[in-house]
């Protein structure tokens, strides 16, 4: 595949953990899948994952187009996908599918549903979770060419799909927005693209600086820093994948760290998997080391306040007054140590002006931890987009 490429959209694969509501799986079956791509062009290519599963899945058809309306597509739009120009396509246990390019016309910010045709029996072990976008699934059958296909079902979830790639100028390059649920968008409006790194590309059109950037969405809902016990690989083992894994990345935006504090002590992790200041500045290092030895830029966020999180719930001892002492401590090292290029401060953005250490009520979802529609595009408007220059060019960070 010749060009210059750039990932325009993206979703992290996930294992499937027990405490998700998920589908067994798909037989004779059409998912229509949409995502709002971030920089637009002419020729594009879809990336499928497998990474997770011990079965292999058949796709008999697959289709790319722009999409319209309550999961339909626009006339005339459709175009369908080949891999090594075959039409059918296996994805192995364990391994990624790229699809030949295609040409087609969809401009920045522009919504593109791929449909996947399930020949066989596919069984759903890698996933995206929390996609905060309806998925479309047909009755039995192949509708990949349908503008509007007969619906057996819905879901706010991704399957196999983990990027839309687009073929552009030699100049251009990506923003990783690596993080956990709070870079997935949890808690914003489902269909309305309302997450942060959704309003940050919105910032970047708006300027008239998409035209030469992407902006990837790689968080992962639950995700820590170091473990990988669920809610996917931890940010330490996936880092290959989702950002030195992918073409032409020039900053990575990396919001991570308060799963980390939250977790041990809770249904989800003992208190042996607590983790101390220490923890978490050794990891933010490795993984700001790894990404300067490729001249990728690093803009670190401030760790977001969750003070009453999941109050009245199982949940509720996510937080307490030592892990408020930790997340405090981490931010402050962001805030006078990291070696990352630049430091956001979504905590001090987002801290209720009564209480510091809790969000504050119109930025809250509901939840204690993670931000409504409005809070979301309080973390976006926090970006100077300056940042998002041509590559660093800043020495390898020494390992401590």
Same mark, same amino acid.
């Given at each position: 595949?010749?060009g210059?490429?750039?990932? $325009?959209?993206?979703?992290s694969? @996930?294992?499937?953990?027990?405490?998700d509501?998920?589908?067994y799986?798909?037989?004779?079956?059409?998912?229509?899948q949409?995502?709002?791509?971030?920089? !637009?062009?002419?020729r594009f290519?879809?990336?499928?994952?497998? #990474?997770? +599963?011990?079965?292999?899945?058949?796709?008999? &058809?697959?289709?790319?187009?722009?999409a319209?309306?309550g999961?339909?597509?626009? !006339? *005339?739009?459709?175009r369908?996908?080949?891999f090594?120009g075959?039409?059918?396509?296996?994805i192995?246990?364990?391994?990624p599918l790229?699809?030949d390019p %295609? #040409?087609?016309?969809?401009?920045?910010?522009?919504? %593109?549903?791929v449909?996947?045709? /399930?020949?066989?029996?596919?069984?759903i072990?890698?996933?995206?979770?929390? &996609?905060?976008?309806?998925?479309?699934?047909?009755?039995?059958?192949?509708?990949?060419?349908a503008?509007?296909?007969?619906?057996?079902?819905?879901s706010?979830?991704?399957?196999?799909?983990?990027?839309?790639?687009?073929?552009?100028e030699?100049?251009?390059?990506?923003i990783?927005?690596?993080?956990?649920s709070? $870079?997935?968008?949890?808690?914003?409006t489902?269909?309305?693209?309302a997450?942060w790194?959704?309003?940050?590309?919105?910032? =970047?059109s708006?300027? *008239?600086?998409?035209g030469?950037? +992407?902006?990837?969405?790689?968080?992962i809902g639950?995700?820590?820093v170091?473990?990988?016990?669920?809610?996917?690989?931890?940010?330490l083992?996936?880092?290959?994948?989702?950002?030195?894994?992918?073409?032409?990345?020039?900053?990575?935006?990396?919001?991570e760290?308060?799963?980390?504090?939250?977790?041990?002590?809770? @249904? =989800?992790? !003992?208190?042996?998997?607590?983790?101390?200041? #220490?923890?978490?500045v050794?990891?933010?290092?490795?993984?700001? &080391?790894?990404?300067?030895?490729?001249?990728?830029?690093?803009?670190q966020?401030?760790?977001?306040?969750?003070?009453?999180?999941f109050?009245?719930?199982?949940?509720?001892?996510?937080h307490?007054? #030592?892990?408020?002492? %930790?997340?405090?401590? %981490?931010n402050?090292?962001?805030?006078?140590?990291?070696p &990352?290029?630049?430091?956001?401060? /979504?905590d001090?953005?987002?801290a209720?002006?009564?209480?510091?250490?809790?969000?504050?009520?119109? /930025?809250d979802?509901g939840?204690?931890?993670?931000?409504?529609?409005?809070?979301?595009?309080?973390?976006a408007?926090?970006?100077?987009?300056? =940042?998002f220059?041509?590559? $660093?060019?800043?020495?390898?960070e020494?390992?401590?």
């Amino acid at each position: 595949m010749t060009g210059h490429w750039i990932g $325009t959209w993206a979703a992290s694969p @996930m294992n499937v953990w027990p405490g998700d509501a998920v589908l067994y799986g798909f037989h004779n079956q059409t998912v229509r899948q949409v995502v709002r791509i971030s920089k !637009g062009g002419t020729r594009f290519c879809v990336r499928l994952s497998n #990474e997770h +599963g011990s079965d292999p899945i058949d796709i008999g &058809a697959a289709s790319i187009a722009r999409a319209a309306d309550g999961g339909s597509i626009e !006339g *005339g739009s459709l175009r369908r996908l080949t891999f090594g120009g075959s039409r059918a396509a296996r994805i192995l246990p364990g391994a990624p599918l790229l699809s030949d390019p %295609v #040409e087609l016309a969809a401009g920045d910010l522009c919504d %593109v549903a791929v449909s996947l045709y /399930f020949s066989g029996f596919a069984p759903i072990q890698t996933y995206h979770y929390e &996609a905060q976008q309806t998925a479309y699934i047909s009755d039995y059958g192949e509708f990949v060419h349908a503008e509007r296909m007969p619906l057996q079902q819905t879901s706010t979830s991704r399957y196999f799909l983990t990027a839309v790639l687009v073929e552009c100028e030699a100049d251009s390059r990506s923003i990783v927005c690596f993080g956990d649920s709070i $870079t997935d968008g949890f808690g914003s409006t489902v269909d309305a693209n309302a997450r942060w790194p959704d309003r940050l590309a919105e910032r =970047l059109s708006a300027a *008239g600086l998409l035209g030469r950037l +992407g902006v990837l969405n790689h968080g992962i809902g639950g995700n820590r820093v170091t473990a990988s016990r669920a809610r996917g690989a931890s940010a330490l083992a996936r880092f290959d994948r989702d950002v030195l894994g992918l073409p032409n990345v020039g900053q990575m935006v990396l919001l991570e760290g308060i799963n980390d504090i939250g977790w041990p002590g809770t @249904m =989800l992790a !003992g208190p042996a998997e607590a983790v101390s200041l #220490e923890d978490l500045v050794g990891s933010y290092r490795q993984l700001i &080391a790894r990404a300067h030895m490729r001249r990728i830029k690093v803009i670190q966020g401030t760790l977001t306040p969750c003070a009453g999180a999941f109050a009245g719930e199982a949940l509720r001892t996510f937080h307490s007054p #030592e892990k408020e002492r %930790v997340r405090r401590s %981490v931010n402050d090292w962001i805030r006078a140590s990291s070696p &990352a290029d630049a430091v956001i401060d /979504f905590d001090r953005a987002l801290a209720d002006p009564k209480d510091s250490s809790r969000i504050r009520p119109e /930025f809250d979802c509901g939840d204690g931890l993670h931000p409504s529609d409005a809070g979301y595009k309080a973390m976006a408007d926090l970006f100077d987009l300056d =940042l998002f220059g041509p590559p $660093t060019t800043q020495a390898i960070e020494a390992l401590p």
